[in-house]
T-cell receptor, first 116, second 112 residues
Framework: GENVEQHPSTLSVQEGDSAVIKCTYS??????FPWYKQELGKRPQLIID?????GEKKDQRIAVTLNKTAKHFSLHITETQPEDSAVYFC???????????????FGKGTKLSVKP | ETGVTQSPTHLIKTRGQQVTLRCSSQ?????VSWYQQALGQGPQFIFQ?????ENGRGNFPPRFSGLQFPNYSSELNVNALELDDSALYLC???WGEGLEQFFGPGTRLTVL
């Protein structure tokens, strides 16, 4: 079945620096790739997503890139702030093999720490 | 616009018992997906309900079952609880067959 690998598992940056988190997926039928931010004890919050017909999408300080050929996608956060500290999860939509497209397969998460 | 809500917030059960968790979808959404999130892990897909029918299932045994009601709210039932069922159970609502999903706050289940 679909597998999503996420790296790194922890990331520490200075305030103002950029942070990059990378994910790879295995199912070429996946066509939707969201990113979620989860603060301690809170729900995962959708922060940005990208579909397979787009190579890049940007929303203020956050951008996501997708390389369908290589089956990898990345989250870029610029000008990081202490409030960006959280666990970030990438996900890929379930593809074929009987799974619904609404089946999101998540990576194991990246704990981002932004030091003031 | 009303967000996704879940009840209860926390629950403690003993091994072998049964539990029912509830989810109300965000207004305007007709699809509910359920996920299990173990400590330190990403959410794992259990199943999705669309138009009151199961629309996809992850790698979970049949003792995990669900329902969706005409108002699009949903229940997750787990029978014969095992210690490994201890986790945060998240539901997410969406429109149609559910790519853009919004999560509820979760129910923390502890099995002793």
């Amino acid at each position: 079945g679909e597998n999503v690998e996420q790296h790194p598992s922890t990331l520490s940056v200075q305030e103002g620096d950029s942070a990059v988190i990378k994910c790879t997926y295995s199912d070429s039928a996946s066509n939707y790739f969201p990113w979620y931010k989860q603060e301690l004890g809170k729900r995962p919050q959708l922060i940005i997503d990208i579909r397979s017909n787009v190579g890049e999408k940007k929303d203020q300080r956050i951008a996501v890139t997708l390389n369908k050929t290589a089956k990898h996608f990345s989250l870029h956060i610029t000008e990081t702030q202490p409030e960006d500290s959280a666990v970030y999860f990438c996900a890929a939509s379930g593809g074929g093999n009987g799974g619904s497209q609404g089946n999101l397969i998540f990576g194991k998460g990246t704990k981002l720490s932004v030091k003031p | 616009e009303t967000g996704v809500t879940q009840s209860p917030t926390h629950l403690i059960k003993t091994r072998g018992q049964q539990v029912t968790l509830r989810c109300s979808s965000q207004s305007g959404h007709n699809t509910v997906s359920w996920y299990q999130q173990a400590l330190g892990q990403g959410p794992q897909f259990i199943f999705q309900y669309y138009r009151e029918e199961e629309n996809g299932r992850g790698n979970f045994p049949p003792r995990f079952s669900g329902l969706q009601f005409p108002n699009y709210s949903s229940e997750l039932n787990v029978n014969a609880l095992e210690l490994d069922d201890s986790a945060l159970y998240l539901c997410a609502s969406s429109w149609g067959e559910g790519l853009e999903q919004f999560f509820g706050p979760g129910t923390r289940l502890t099995v002793l």
